[in-house]
């Protein structure tokens, strides 16, 4: 009976060492993923920024864009006006 005791006594030791370990590797693993999930809010603060500078300069480019065609349109406004008036100057 002193040696069922002994070794009940031996293996609750050996659980509570061993509960003890996996308590630190739950608390490192707790740590590890809290530092993580802190590291990917600031990876989606970032990308959110980037998305909003992204968004800016892509109507800055719809901007560029419409005024370039603007001028491309009033080039060939004048150049049809310059031929017109080259055209009646010829036939007079």
Known sequence: ????AKLITVVMMVAFVAACSNSANIAAAKQKAE????SAGSAATSAEA???QAQTAAQAADT??????????RADDAV????AAFS???TK
């Open 80 to 83: 049809a006006r310059l031929e």
């Open 50 to 52: 980037a998305a909003q």
């Open 35 to 38: 530092a993580d999930a802190s």
């Open 1 to 4: 009976m002193k040696k069922f």
């Open 64 to 73: 560029g864009a419409q005024n370039a065609a603007d001028s491309a349109r």
């Open 88 to 90: 009646s100057s010829v």
